[in-house]
């Protein structure tokens, strides 16, 4: 699965990084999220479900 996010409506509440710290992490410069793991396998698809779940923002999309 493919991880995106949407740096146009990420405002860095960091919540994807509790969720999923193996899969983002926030760049001190921009203050945005980054990703670590772009292509994640199965074994990280629910933490990164939680994340996509407790953005307020809605900026993470899962694609198959
Ligand atoms: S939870 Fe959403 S808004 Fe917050 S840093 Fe992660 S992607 Fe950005």
């Known amino acids: 699965m493919n991880v995106k996010i949407d740096l146009g409506k990420c405002d860095g509440y960091a919540n994807c990084v509790i969720e999923a710290d193996r899969v983002f992490d926030i760049d001190d410069g921009t203050g945005?999220?980054?990703?670590?793991?772009p292509v994640i396998g199965p074994e990280l698809a629910d933490e990164v479900r939680r994340a996509q779940a407790r953005c307020p923002v809605?900026?993470?999309r899962?694609?198959?």
């Not at 945005?32 to 793991?37: D, F, I």
């Open 62 to 64: 899962l694609e198959d």
């Open 32 to 37: 945005q999220a980054v990703l670590l793991t």
């Open 58 to 60: 809605q900026a993470i």
